[in-house]
């Protein structure tokens, strides 16, 4: 018994730490204090307005939202371009693209990023558009190959053997049978580089044309840099709404995932 | 109309000149920008500026003091981290996986969520509290604030290697263990410990290199006093202009990161190597 609330303690203490900070920007984000330490005794919805009207972070917001999905659903497309070529390939030849593709997942972020930042120069596009999609979809793909692996390795070989003997094209077979079979994990790798793209800042910085910004450099500028100062505030409205999404996809994605795994348990 | 015809594995071809281009040949320019310096007599151009073959990124790299000092304090940050990220999630990790708290992996949810949140935006979170609790009053704590922030940052990434080993060991070993008249210490030591290895050696490798690289949580919450490695290459890039220096000392970094990969990869099993993106699903 008291072994059991110890643990229940401890648990409950490292989620205390995990949260605090993110509680307190929530709490915060609905007083009418500007600074964090000093509680205002007036409560509202003012720093919503604020960020609202701020047509700066709402450019913000939709760069690192656009730029998240075509770096992703690139990055998916080659993935598992790449893993279908590479389990169908003969073993010498796998295992020198599958150390190539551990690359990006292994190295320095860093690193990755000026070695980006020399390519683009070389070249000759320098900081566009098209160097920072590079650098998301390099940042991403090993991703989304290391996804759809283990769903090619689960699949039924014959399937696509019978598929060419009852006269589907190459081409026909792939997209009828192969890529349904190993469509979730194509899905898990999408979302594991969108949530990849949202998260970085150090590649991002690297590659980015100097007037384009994601939530990510925007804020390091505004906390760490000390421009943009003057948004802080409406940068905590914005925390406390990217919070409540984030909690909300999450439980979903819990929620469906629970239920499939009941199906999938009846139907044995 | 003939139908495009092509086999599985030719898929793999568009993969693998991306690999090259944009993976494999960067890389190479690192190498060559680290043993080359700008030269207006040099003998070869790179990204049309004359160059010619120079040790000298290297020697002033490792002349300098100050250069010398970032190692220690990125060695420094990195080691007080993963060891606190370790003491913190091994007993959490155990629970969740011994005990019925976790029944529907809910509790796990809960210490995975954060991954899902902007590391930035964390880290600013961060910021806020520290500066409400009074820890910007001194500049002695800056250290300790990026300490910190950093355990805040890649707990769950610690988390979940541990709770993934953990909840595959068997428990019958424990019970023979604890049959044959061993101490709960003795069993941990000599049954639980070693068979959790290869879960600390990922977490281990999923904190450490971060920790020496990632400016981010150094300088939002370092108050500008804790410089790291990533930090100088970062400055050799942005702001002195000089890519050959920035290049020399990534190459020092590239190496030492292929070394240790090497080591780690005898210790872990292949389903661990999956470094940031392990277990998030």
């Not at chain 1, 939709?62 to 598992?80: H, P, Q």
């Not at chain 1, 390939?89 to 690193?111: D, F, H």
């Amino acid at each position: 018994m008291v072994k059991k609330i110890f643990s229940g303690g401890y648990v409950f203490l490292v989620l205390l730490m995990l949260y605090a900070p993110i509680l307190l920007l929530v709490a915060y984000s609905f007083n009418m204090s500007r600074e964090i330490g000093i509680w205002s005794s007036e409560w509202g919805f003012s720093l919503y307005a604020e960020l609202f009207s701020n047509e700066d972070i709402m450019q913000t917001v939709l760069n690192t939202i656009i730029l998240a999905f075509v770096s992703a659903t690139l990055s998916s497309i080659l993935g598992t371009l790449g893993a279908i070529g590479m389990f169908y390939s003969k073993q010498k030849t796998r295992k020198i693209l599958n150390g190539a593709t551990q690359i990006p997942i292994i190295n320095a972020e860093i690193v990755t990023a000026i070695s980006i930042a020399l390519v683009c120069t070389m070249f000759a596009f320098g900081r566009s558009y098209a160097s920072l999609l590079i650098g998301h979809v390099v940042l991403t793909f090993p991703f989304v190959v290391l996804s759809v692996m283990p769903k090619l390795q689960q699949m039924d070989n014959n399937l696509y053997e019978a598929a060419l003997d009852l006269g589907a094209t190459p081409t026909k077979a792939l997209f009828t049978v192969i890529v349904p079979e190993i469509l979730p994990g194509i899905i898990s790798g999408f979302l594991l580089a969108i949530n990849l793209s949202l998260d970085d800042y150090i590649i991002t910085t690297f590659t980015k044309p100097s007037t384009f910004e994601t939530i990510s450099t925007y804020v390091f500028d505004a906390y760490a840099k000390g421009g943009k100062s003057s948004s802080v505030p409406a940068l905590r409205a914005l925390s406390t709404i990217i919070f409540l999404v984030m909690i909300i996809f999450v439980v979903v994605r819990y929620v469906l995932s629970t239920k499939s795994a009941k199906k999938k348990e009846m139907k044995r | 109309m003939k139908s495009l015809r092509f086999s599985r594995k030719q898929l793999g071809i568009p993969y693998a000149l991306f690999l090259l281009i944009f993976v494999i040949f960067p890389l190479v320019l690192i190498i060559l920008y680290a043993f080359t310096k700008v030269d207006p007599n040099g003998s070869f151009e790179l990204s049309g500026v004359k160059v010619s073959f120079s040790l000298a990124n290297f020697i002033d790299f490792f002349s300098k003091s100050s250069n010398i000092r970032v190692l220690f304090i990125s060695l420094g940050l990195a080691v007080v981290t993963t060891v606190i990220c370790l003491l913190i999630a091994y007993p959490l990790a155990y629970i969740l996986a011994r005990s019925n708290f976790n029944k529907n992996g809910v509790m796990l949810l809960l210490f995975v969520l954060p991954m899902w949140i902007n590391f930035v935006l964390r880290t600013a979170a961060m910021k806020e509290l520290l500066f409400a609790i009074g820890m910007y009053s001194s500049n002695k704590l800056s250290f300790v604030n990026t300490v910190i922030g950093m355990v805040y940052d890649y707990l769950p990434f610690v988390i979940l290697p541990l709770y993934t080993v953990m909840i595959k060991l068997d428990k019958s070993l424990l019970e023979a263990s604890a049959d044959l008249g061993a101490k709960p210490a003795s069993t941990f030591f000599r049954i639980t410990l070693p068979l959790t290895v290869p879960g600390i050696v990922s977490a281990v490798t999923m904190v450490f290199l971060p920790t020496t690289t990632s400016y981010v949580v150094s300088d939002t919450l370092g108050n500008g006093n804790v410089t790291i490695i990533g930090k100088i290459i970062e400055s050799q890039f942005s702001t002195m202009f000089d890519w050959h220096a920035g290049s020399a000392i990534a190459m020092v970094l590239l190496v030492v990161i292929f070394i240790t990969m090497f080591i780690t990869n005898k210790f872990t099993d292949d389903d661990n190597t999956q470094a940031r993106g392990n277990g998030l699903w």
